[in-house]
C-alpha cells in the first residue's frame, strides 16, 4: 500500500477532533468552572487559570491573553476573536514604588458578546450582554448591554439589533 493511498483511507479529521476535545478538556480542568461546547484555538495563555469562569458556546481565538488573577467570568455565546487581552491588574500611579503595587479588579463578560480581534479589555469591566466590541478598541469603561463599541478609548457608535430568527437562534 502507497502512503498516498494509506493517508486517503487514514481518519486524519477524526483524530484531530478527538486530539482537540482531549485539549480542552486538559486546559478547562484548570478552570474555576467550564462549560460545554468550549472552543479553544491554540495560543490561549491564562494566568490563574482557577480565577476563569467560562459559561457554555464560548469560543477563544487564536492567541488570547488573560491575566486573570482579578477574576474573568464569560457569559454564555461569547466570541473572544483573535488577539484579544483581557486585563484584571493595574497599578498605583501615585505609590512611590508603583510596580510594587498590584490593583486587582474583575472583567464580566456578559452573554452572546463579541470582543474584536485585538481589543483590549482593562481590569473592573463589565461588557453586559448582546455588545460587540470592535476590533482594535480599548474598553476602559462598562459597555452597556446591545450596545457598540469601537476606538481608543472605547465609545459606543451605535445599538445592536438582536432579532430572533424562526429556529430561536438571534441574528445581528
Known sequence: MQLIDFLGWFPVEKIYLLLEKIRI??????FSHCGKEIVISPGLY???PERLTLADEVSFGPSVRIMGIGGVSVGRGTMIASGVYILTTAHDSNAPLMRKTGLHKPVFIGEDVWIGAGAIILPGVEICDHAIVGAGA????NVAEKKVVIGI???VIRERQVVETV???KDE
Open 153 to 155: 478609548p472605547a465609545r
Open 138 to 141: 480599548v474598553v476602559t469603561h
Open 25 to 30: 478538556r486538559r486546559l478547562s480542568k484548570k
Open 167 to 169: 429556529s430561536g437562534d
Open 46 to 48: 491564562v494566568e490563574c
